[in-house]
């Protein structure tokens, strides 16, 4: 309200020096419940003192004669007094611009004599992306006059701009040195360079090499990795088997072989089944993957999962909602009033 009364000021100001004046831009006030998607179910909707500082500041019925209560008139409700759904701004976070459930915040105003004499039109543009508000303008007939100077209410003569660097070609100028100085920084950069040669190679000098018989840092190829691990006990060359031992051995024919061999495999054969569904029960258990969305009463379809981000008991909790976006509550293809408190893992 201090900014808008200031802002009434300041317009006011200028209708009394014989200027005209348009107020151009978001002035985050729906005026009319034509103008907002809900206004019927809003508690003392006319009771809003944005509402009432508007209709202070505009006339109320718009071009009409005799009908002058403010100083300045929305342009649009001017040539389009009865469109119902001109919006210009809707909540992005539940995408309620896919359904036009929005409010006209965005306005053109201008003094009563502006708008009367050379106002053609004002329109709105809701297919232009890239914001949660959307662009809106006016033609005029009006032609441009060319100025030899710049305004004397030109941002550029405000005392908070005052001083500062107007071009950004002067911050690419280059800068003079002196002479001195800039032989007496070569000779400390030579200097510099010199100095990090030498103690890159003390460092090199210094430092023990692969190679050498005392140094054990790190490993000195590849093939270490792959040589046969030392800790099974080999046998001696030299040991020689009791000569006893021979005659307990009991000779095997070619058959037991055969049937051992057969029995030895398929046990090899089950233990690596075995390992194998064990590896993709693992698996399967990690990449499950989260569970399944649960359907929203209203349409039977998936919902998605939101964060509650205000602060309170429930901060950071999540839970499940309808995956419509957000409209009116007498369409069907809106939102539903789905909500479920997601259980934590």
């Known amino acids: 309200m201090h900014f808008y009364r200031l802002l009434q000021m300041r317009a006011e100001a200028l209708l009394a020096a014989g200027s005209h004046v348009i107020i151009l831009g978001d002035l985050n006030t729906a005026h009319r419940p034509i103008d907002h998607w809900d206004a019927v179910n809003m508690e003392c909707f006319e009771e809003d003192p944005g509402r009432k500082w508007m209709d202070g500041l505009l006339s109320v019925l718009g071009c009409q004669a005799g009908a002058h209560v403010g100083p300045f008139i929305d342009s649009y409700r001017c040539f389009q007094p009865k469109k119902e759904g001109a919006f210009t701004c809707w909540s992005a976070v539940s995408g309620a611009r896919h359904l036009n459930y929005g409010s006209r915040l965005d306005y053109v105003l201008g003094d009563r004599a502006l708008v009367i004499d050379t106002f053609q039109d004002s329109f709105l543009l809701p ?174 379809e998936p919902c998605v999962i939101r964060t509650v981000k205000k602060p309170g008991p429930n901060l950071g909790r999540c839970f499940y909602m309808c995956a419509r976006p957000r409209g009116p509550p007498t369409d069907p293809s809106s939102r539903c009033n789905f909500f479920l408190w997601r259980r934590p893992s």
């Open 127 to 300: 297919e232009v992306m890239g914001s949660d508000h959307c662009p809106v303008g006016a033609v005029l007939s009006v032609s441009s006059v060319p100025t030899k100077q710049c305004p004397p209410l030109c941002t550029r003569f405000l005392p908070e701009f005052a001083g500062t660097q107007l071009k950004i070609l002067h911050f690419l100028v280059r800068l003079e040195q002196d002479a001195v100085f800039g032989q007496s920084a070569l000779q400390l950069s030579n200097q510099t360079r010199v100095q990090t040669l030498q103690n890159k190679a003390c460092a090199r000098s210094t430092r023990p090499r692969p190679s050498q018989p005392g140094s054990s840092r790190g490993q000195k190829n590849l093939m270490s990795y792959f040589q046969p691990s030392s800790s099974r006990p080999q046998a001696s060359p030299d040991l020689e088997l009791p000569s006893l031992m021979g005659s307990l051995v009991t000779p095997v024919t070619t058959e037991e072989e055969a049937a051992a061999k057969v029995v030895e495999v398929q046990a090899k054969a089950s233990e690596a089944k075995y390992e194998k569904e064990v590896r993709t029960l693992c698996w399967k258990s990690v990449l499950g993957g989260p569970s399944p969305m649960p359907l929203c009463w209203g349409h039977g």
